[in-house]
């Protein structure tokens, strides 16, 4: 299953949102540092009151996405485009804080950084944001994306793990992967 990783939310009322969108889209969420009791968010968890029950919490930004395979950060104009970006079948979700987003340390963590395409405004409630990636993110990861018998594979053509790690920051779409395997068993 995939993971939102919420970063020191500051509004309950947001987290309990996030909370109905994980069940939703299929996620589970993982909370660092939350600046208010969890009970706070159950008001707009509506049925999603187990994921608020499930939640695990953690002191440290790395260590919530220490066992994540793929952790996709977000950040107005920073990365590459939402439109661009193709997520794998295993790829989570870092949102930061309502006030200000992930630091550049946190987004030193992530995989790859995207940023979703507004008018002119390009700050989004953590919410909507977390709204626009975790549905974008549940579709594709239905329709493509490399999966863990593609990466098994991949395991046991590279033997480089400095190469296998630039392969799959390339993040490359299910298609391309394939193609690239089919190339390095030849």
Same mark, same amino acid.
């Given at each position: 299953? &995939?993971?939102?990783?919420?970063?020191?939310? %500051?509004?309950?009322?947001?987290? @309990?949102?996030?909370?109905?969108?994980?069940? &939703?889209?299929?996620?589970?969420?993982?909370?660092?540092?939350?600046?208010? &009791?969890?009970?706070?968010? =159950?008001?707009?968890?509506?049925?999603?009151?187990?994921?608020?029950?499930?939640?695990?919490?953690?002191?440290?930004?790395?260590?919530?996405?220490?066992?994540?395979?793929?952790?996709?950060?977000?950040?107005?104009? =920073?990365?590459?485009?939402?439109?661009?970006? %193709?997520? =794998?079948?295993?790829?989570?979700?870092?949102?930061?804080?309502? $006030?200000?987003?992930?630091?550049?340390?946190? +987004?030193?963590?992530?995989?790859?950084?995207?940023?979703?395409?507004?008018?002119?405004?390009?700050?989004?409630?953590?919410?909507?944001?977390?709204?626009?990636?975790?549905?974008?993110?549940?579709? %594709?990861?239905?329709?493509?994306?490399?999966?863990?018998?593609?990466?098994?594979? +991949?395991? $046991?053509?590279?033997?480089?793990?400095? +190469?296998?790690?630039?392969?799959?920051? $390339? &993040?490359?779409?299910?298609?391309?992967?394939?193609?690239?395997? @089919?190339?390095?068993?030849?």
């Amino acid at each position: 299953m &995939n993971t939102l990783v919420l970063v020191e939310p %500051e509004i309950p009322e947001n987290t @309990g949102f996030i909370a109905r969108l994980c069940e &939703n889209f299929e996620f589970d969420l993982r909370i660092v540092n939350p600046e208010f &009791n969890l009970e706070e968010a =159950r008001k707009t968890a509506s049925n999603a009151q187990q994921k608020i029950r499930d939640v695990r919490i953690y002191e440290e930004t790395s260590d919530a996405i220490e066992d994540l395979d793929f952790v996709v950060g977000t950040k107005p104009g =920073r990365g590459i485009s939402l439109q661009s970006f %193709e997520p =794998r079948s295993d790829t989570s979700i870092m949102v930061g804080r309502e $006030s200000s987003g992930l630091t550049n340390e946190e +987004l030193e963590l992530c995989d790859a950084i995207v940023h979703i395409q507004t008018g002119g405004y390009d700050s989004l409630n953590q919410s909507h944001a977390a709204s626009i990636l975790m549905h974008r993110f549940f579709v %594709e990861s239905k329709q493509k994306g490399i999966n863990q018998g593609q990466i098994a594979v +991949l395991d $046991s053509l590279i033997q480089q793990p400095k +190469l296998k790690e630039l392969v799959l920051r $390339s &993040n490359p779409s299910k298609g391309e992967l394939e193609h690239l395997l @089919g190339q390095l068993k030849d």
